[in-house]
């Protein structure tokens, strides 16, 4: 593999160990909603936006529902300020990955966020985190639509570090981040925190040429795969 000009990360499972704010902030929503809560249907929309997730639990638990008593946009940052408010003292980085974004910089390799979350919650976290600075752009679901699995948050994203789509690298840990990546053309890597490693080498229904260049199981993993495919540094004559 030639050494990315960029490498577009995703966020929840990727950068930040979020999952398990997230899904305790599913809990509360649904139980002020009365609604079932199961932890299996939430680890199994992981990627997907929060109200396209709602809509799936409502479809299933609340037949026949009206976006009138739902508001899925409103529920949704409900469900974000939940997250937040667990994410102000519980939230932290995987491991590897502030070495790893330094490293890149040394080598001057742009670095961009590509997100299906909130603004406010990616900046929240990534400031609170002192990532922030660490990145070259940061694009949410606010920035473009429609979202992933789509191919047009991460086309954006190579638009704004200016690099073509086939210069870049992609890391992400589910199916839909995985599809949108490789819909727009964009090499992906992917880590296994999500998602088995058999599911995340086929990503793309019907589409089984679309397929990651490197599954691991770890971000520090991740990147000593990038640093061994890197080329080696210039030696300097003595």
Not at 18 to 46: F, G, M, N
Not at 193 to 220: A, H
Request: contains cysteine; hydrophobic residues 45%; negative net charge.
């Amino acid at each position: 593999m030639k050494t990315p000009r960029a490498i577009l990360f995703d966020n929840d499972g990727v950068l930040i160990a979020s999952e398990a704010l997230h899904w305790r902030a599913w809990e509360t929503l649904l139980h002020e909603l009365k609604v079932p809560y199961d932890p299996a249907e939430i680890r199994a929309s992981v990627g997907s936006t929060a109200p396209r997730i709602l809509a799936g639990i409502l479809d299933r638990h609340v037949p026949g529902w009206s976006a009138r008593e739902y508001d899925l946009d409103a529920l949704a940052q409900r469900k974000n300020d939940h997250y937040l408010r667990l994410a102000q003292t519980e939230l932290h980085a995987y491991p590897g990955v502030r070495e790893g974004l330094e490293w890149l910089r040394k080598k001057g390799i742009a670095t961009a966020v590509v997100s299906n979350a909130k603004r406010r919650e990616l900046e929240m976290a990534l400031t609170r985190l002192g990532l922030i600075g660490l990145f070259d752009a940061v694009v949410s679901r606010d920035d473009v639509r429609p979202p992933k699995p789509d191919p047009a948050p991460y086309l954006f994203a190579a638009a704004c570090v200016g690099a073509e789509p086939a210069d870049c690298l992609a890391i992400e840990d589910s199916p839909p981040g995985l599809e949108s990546a490789l819909l727009a053309r964009i090499p992906a890597a992917a880590v296994a925190t999500n998602f088995p490693r058999e599911i995340l080498g086929q990503p793309v229904p019907g589409r089984p040429d679309l397929k990651p260049v490197w599954i691991g199981g770890s971000m520090l993993e991740f990147f000593d795969w990038l640093k061994a495919e890197a080329p080696p540094e210039p030696q300097t004559l003595k």
